[in-house]
Nanobody
Framework: QGHLVESGGGSAQAGGSLRLSCAAS????????MAWYRQAPGTGREGVSA???????AYADSAKGRFTISQDNAKHILYLQMNDLKPEDTAVYYC????????????????????????WGQGTQVTISS
């Protein structure tokens, strides 16, 4: 069984940048879509950005123009570069493997409850102050 381990969270001021990383190990993620989801205090989990198994990428409206998703297939690492951060970006960010044979948009729209717990990382906290 694979493991997804996030890093790179922390605190920043509004307008700043952070880069999240997700190391995938112990499992086969080749051909699988990968995504970043987040959960802000008092809200449900939502998709932020995804890379499809076809190489496509997609972003939630709140992330467009500010966040960039990428992956290093050789190192099995997924990244999320977050620029121009806002207080409303404060959340726990999760690395997720929504499933195989999905476009990025499909991966972004998967209901969080439909993704087995085993395909989630433990989460990393991002806190943005104004």
């Amino acid at each position: 069984q694979g493991h997804l381990v996030e890093s790179g969270g922390g605190s920043a001021q509004a307008g700043g940048s952070l880069r999240l990383s997700c190391a995938a190990s112990g499992g086969t993620y080749s051909g699988c879509s990968m995504a970043w989801y987040r959960q802000a205090p008092g809200t449900g989990r939502e998709g932020v950005s995804a890379i499809g198994s076809d190489g496509s990428s997609a972003y939630a409206d709140s992330a467009k123009g500010r966040f960039t998703i990428s992956q290093d297939n050789a190192k099995h690492i997924l990244y999320l570069q977050m620029n121009d951060l806002k207080p409303e970006d404060t959340a726990v960010y999760y690395c997720v493997a929504p499933g195989p044979r999905m476009t990025a948009m499909q991966a972004l729209r998967v209901m969080p409850g439909a993704i087995p717990f085993a395909y989630w990382g433990q989460g990393t906290q991002v806190t943005i102050s104004s």
